[in-house]
């Protein structure tokens, strides 16, 4: 089967990113699929995988023994629907052959797409709720998951599942460990926790982490915030908004959760130095018409963030605040800022209709020039070629401030600057 993905995927020398087999930086744009394995017929998952390829995904976020997510869940997992169960006997330490062979069909479909799996082995509720698993059938289930797909070059591991580990520590360690033991450490491994909380409060110093994951859920307005924090940690690690806000999901208190609210998720993300992803209400809970979801606002508004931020050296921008005189705003209309380290380009997110006056000293040549693009559309609009105060004559930068604006009709915007050499 001919493999699109140049897997497995690894972390950056200086651990700020995802680089793929060659070493060249690998853009995570996640979507959850969380019953894909569990759920999904191979028709439904080779439609889905297809779709989220085209749509610009590259990351597909899914559990292999599910049992229909948290607040719903069986005190068992269900069967595929093949009617096949995940374990035999229920006992994870004796994982059904004929199961993994749709998860094995799955894995190599999704290659050829060029995407990459992030597999949760278990949802959690399976280790906090009902106690299935212990650290030795977790440390079993694990090797055996590893040795099985140690030459998939499309795997990454997510430990967890929707749930702190408090209490269970023993549990997830042996699971992780169980894992890099099979697979003798070709495929990275993370941490899914549950609604506002981070993978590095509890694993930060775990020789098996390789990268965090952050839930906001519910607290969107948080995202900025939470993936700075995470991003400042030593050691440095990359950074994944693993689970935001749906879109068109129901039970938010700050709903309802429209595009807008989804494209800052992911602009947040991006200008606080991480990465995301998405997420579709009706999809992931497999509800009456969700095929027809595929191609809502949102995912597609998510392959539009994903060509501007990847339209840069994305893998070396520095967060940068700074960049504001004005107008920075805070929570849910907070603007954000990052910039290259050699000061040849700077992107701004204006996450509403808003005006902000930028320092254009940051950018290191005499002229650089300003264009507007919509996050929504992509539509773009020329806003010039301006003084930096750079390069003037001085001995020191001539300030130069510049007022920016959200154009009409524009519920948000991105402004990039590059240098005019």
């Known amino acids: 089967m001919n493999q699109l993905v140049n897997g497995p995927i690894h972390v950056s020398t200086n651990g700020r990113y995802l680089v793929d087999a060659s070493g060249a930086p690998f853009f995570w744009l996640g979507d959850t699929a969380w019953p894909l394995y569990a759920q999904y017929t191979r028709i439904d998952a080779e439609n889905y995988l297809a779709n989220r390829a085209n749509r610009g995904f590259t990351v597909i976020q899914g559990v292999l023994s599910w049992g229909g997510g948290t607040g719903f869940e069986g005190r068992n997992p269900g069967p595929n629907a093949a009617g096949d169960l995940p374990w035999l006997n229920q006992n994870p330490a004796t994982p059904?052959?004929?199961?993994?062979?749709?998860?094995?069909?799955?894995?190599?479909?999704?290659?050829?797409?060029?995407?990459?799996?992030?597999?949760?082995?278990?949802?959690?509720?399976?280790?906090?709720?009902?106690?299935?698993?212990?650290?030795?059938?977790?440390?079993?289930?694990?090797?055996?998951?590893?040795?099985?797909?140690?030459?998939?070059?499309?795997?990454?591991?997510?430990?967890?599942?929707?749930?702190?580990?408090?209490?269970?520590?023993?549990?997830?360690?042996?699971?992780?460990?169980?894992?890099?033991?099979?697979?003798d450490g070709a495929h990275l491994i993370t941490y899914h926790p549950c609604g506002w909380t981070h993978s590095s409060q509890y694993f930060h110093q775990s020789d098996w982490l390789d990268f965090n994951m952050i839930q906001t859920w519910t607290e969107w307005a948080k995202v900025y915030p939470a993936v700075a924090y995470d991003f400042a940690l030593l050691p440095t690690r990359p950074?994944?908004?693993?689970?935001?806000?749906?879109?068109?999901?129901?039970?938010?208190?700050?709903?309802?959760?429209?595009?807008?609210?989804?494209?800052?998720?992911?602009?947040?993300?991006?200008?606080?130095?991480?990465?995301?992803?998405?997420?579709?209400?009706?999809?992931?809970?497999?509800?009456?018409?969700?095929?027809?979801?595929?191609?809502?606002?949102?995912?597609?508004?998510?392959?539009?963030?994903?060509?501007?931020?990847?339209?840069?050296?994305?893998?070396?921008?520095?967060?940068?605040?700074?960049?504001?005189?004005?107008?920075?705003?805070?929570?849910?209309?907070?603007?954000?800022?990052?910039?290259?380290?050699?000061?040849?380009?700077?992107?701004?997110?204006?996450?509403?209709?808003?005006?902000?006056?930028?320092?254009m000293d940051k950018l290191q040549t005499r002229h650089a020039q300003i264009t507007l693009v919509n996050p929504a559309t992509g539509e773009k609009v020329d806003g010039g070629i301006h003084e930096t105060g750079n390069l003037s004559g001085s001995q020191f930068p001539q300030a130069r401030l510049r007022w920016l604006s959200t154009p009409s009709f524009w519920e948000d915007a991105i402004v990039l600057i590059d240098a005019v050499m």
């Not at 992803?277 to 994903?306: F, L």
């Open 239 to 359: 950074v994944i908004l693993a689970e935001g806000a749906y879109e068109n999901g129901p039970e938010y208190p700050q709903g309802p959760i429209t595009p807008l609210i989804v494209r800052r998720q992911a602009w947040w993300a991006y200008m606080a130095g991480g990465y995301s992803t998405y997420g579709q209400n009706e999809m992931w809970r497999m509800q009456s018409g969700w095929v027809s979801t595929y191609d809502t606002p949102a995912a597609i508004h998510m392959g539009i963030y994903k060509d501007i931020a990847t339209s840069r050296d994305w893998w070396e921008r520095v967060p940068d605040q700074g960049m504001f005189a004005s107008g920075v705003s805070s929570e849910r209309t907070l603007n954000a800022a990052v910039r290259s380290p050699q000061g040849d380009w700077a992107m701004i997110y204006l996450s509403s209709q808003c005006h902000v006056q930028i320092h």
């Open 96 to 183: 059904n052959d004929v199961y993994f062979q749709h998860v094995d069909h799955i894995a190599h479909v999704a290659a050829t797409h060029g995407l990459i799996l992030a597999m949760l082995p278990t949802w959690g509720y399976y280790v906090n709720d009902v106690g299935t698993f212990t650290p030795e059938n977790a440390h079993i289930y694990g090797e055996w998951l590893g040795r099985r797909y140690k030459a998939q070059p499309n795997i990454i591991w997510v430990n967890g599942g929707d749930r702190l580990p408090t209490g269970h520590e023993e549990t997830y360690h042996a699971l992780a460990r169980g894992l890099r033991s099979g697979d």
